[in-house]
């Protein structure tokens, strides 16, 4: 039973680019919620999809977006990339009904320079 | 502001020994989860609480979820070098679908 799994695990970027990564849920899970979280720190909150729409959206700018596949995959896009979006951003998927309850990728960590 | 308080904010002890670690809040939860998570990985679910007074154990773990669901505690029994990383607590408030998450315990447990 496959996990969570997020591509790529690395990334640098240049201020003013634009990044998209990649996420596949738990098999049998439909709804993914994205997370930014810098070192030492909680996760925040960015949004979540279900039924390929996003049903709530955290305080972020409209710079950060998303999109969810017929097969439940997501992508987040993040436009005009300023260097405090450096950070460790995380998938997590869950089945709806117990979005509570949620499964963790391995996160992608973003440098911005 | 910090919908959910932990403390302590950095724990470092001998392998051995006992620990509490808290979660706070003046607000009630439908639920509460708690994650450990270690550098470069995601967070791993532990436990979820959902009555209040509510205690779970996983091994030498033990979770319990405050009476008035506001606050929980983990309590970690003779500590191992295992046991290190950062433990999250996040709850759920019902009425919508995102976590509220606290800032984390980072726990050192050392030989």
């Known amino acids: 039973d496959a996990g969570v799994t997020q591509s790529p695990t690395h990334l640098i970027k240049t201020r003013g680019q634009q990044v998209t990564l990649r996420c596949s849920p738990k098999?049998?899970?439909?709804?993914v919620s994205w997370y930014q979280q810098a070192l030492g720190q909680g996760p925040q909150f960015i949004f979540q999809?279900?039924?390929?729409?996003?049903?709530q959206r955290g305080n972020f700018p409209d710079r950060f977006s998303g999109h969810q596949f017929p097969n439940y995959s997501s992508e987040l896009n993040v436009n005009a990339l300023w260097l405090g979006d450096s950070a460790l951003y995380l998938c997590?998927?869950?089945?709806?009904?117990?979005?509570?309850?949620?499964?963790f990728g391995p996160g992608t960590r973003l440098t911005v320079t | 502001t910090q919908l959910l308080e932990q403390s302590p904010q950095f724990l470092s002890i001998q392998e051995g020994e006992n620990l509490t670690v808290y979660c706070n809040s003046s607000?009630?939860?439908?639920?509460l989860q708690w994650y450990r998570q270690e550098p470069g990985e995601g967070p791993v679910l532990l436990v979820t609480?959902?009555?209040g007074g509510e205690v779970k154990k996983l091994k030498r773990l033990t979770f319990q979820f405050g009476d008035a669901r506001k606050d929980s505690s983990l309590h970690i029994t003779a500590a191992q070098p295992g046991d290190t990383g950062l433990y999250l607590c996040a709850g759920d408030q019902g009425s919508n679908y995102q976590l509220i998450w606290g800032a984390g315990t980072k726990l050192i447990i050392k030989p």
């Open positions: 609480v959902v009555t």
């Open positions: 997590a998927s869950s089945l709806t009904g117990r979005s509570y309850e949620q499964y």
């Open positions: 098999s049998g899970h439909d709804t």
């Open positions: 607000s009630v939860f439908s639920s």
């Open positions: 999809y279900y039924e390929e729409e996003e049903r």
